[in-house]
């Protein structure tokens, strides 16, 4: 069975005690960001090693390896074949350092993207404006409503409810 696999069995088994899933994304999250902050604090360079030599250089094991490689892939510039990996798979972590910002407020993290180390990467004002750029993709905008006697939105001149609404 792939990493992967096995870490989402693991981390999202809903027969599993809740006092155990809680202890274990809570150890999770502890070493999530200490691998953050180790990596930011060069942040130009793209790490790369086999899961294990990750694991074994972040001092964390297999599995927490694995879900730290599935959080960081969607803000990579080259994917990892995180599918179907082993403990001998090459990866890299050659992220993109605003994708990075906005995914970790997208996900909520803000012992994520409150670290320090973001200090020195992005001044306030640019943080700022990921987090809002993050935030306003999300927000569903609904369209002006068109009523009955409104002028038909597509352009015939004549009332909505005498064109477009009739079908409506």
């Known amino acids: 069975m792939a990493l992967l696999q096995q870490w989402r069995d693991k981390a999202y088994d809903e027969k599993a005690n809740k006092g155990d899933l809680q202890r274990l994304w809570a150890d999770y999250f502890?070493?999530?960001?200490?691998?953050?902050?180790?990596?930011?604090?060069?942040?130009?360079?793209?790490?790369?090693?086999?899961?294990?030599?990750?694991?074994e250089k972040y001092q964390v094991d297999i599995m927490t390896m694995t879900g730290f490689l599935d959080g960081i892939n969607d803000s990579l510039k080259e994917a990892n074949p995180i599918e179907d990996m082993d403990e001998d798979t090459t990866v890299n972590l050659g992220f993109d350092l605003e994708l990075l910002y906005k995914n970790m407020v997208g996900a909520g993290a803000d012992w994520l993207y409150g670290l320090e180390e973001w200090n020195a990467i992005f001044d306030e004002d640019k943080r700022k404006a990921l987090y809002k750029e993050q935030k306003s993709?999300?927000?569903?905008?609904?369209?002006?409503?068109?009523?009955?006697?409104?002028?038909?939105?597509?352009?015939?001149?004549?009332?909505?409810?005498?064109?477009?609404?009739?079908?409506?």
């Open 30 to 55: 502890r070493k999530e960001k200490d691998i953050y902050a180790q990596l930011l604090q060069t942040p130009d360079e793209v790490v790369t090693g086999t899961v294990r030599e990750l694991a």
């Open 137 to 168: 993709s999300t927000t569903v905008v609904k369209g002006a409503k068109v009523y009955p006697n409104d002028p038909c939105p597509c352009g015939s001149g004549k009332k909505y409810k005498k064109c477009c609404g009739k079908n409506a």
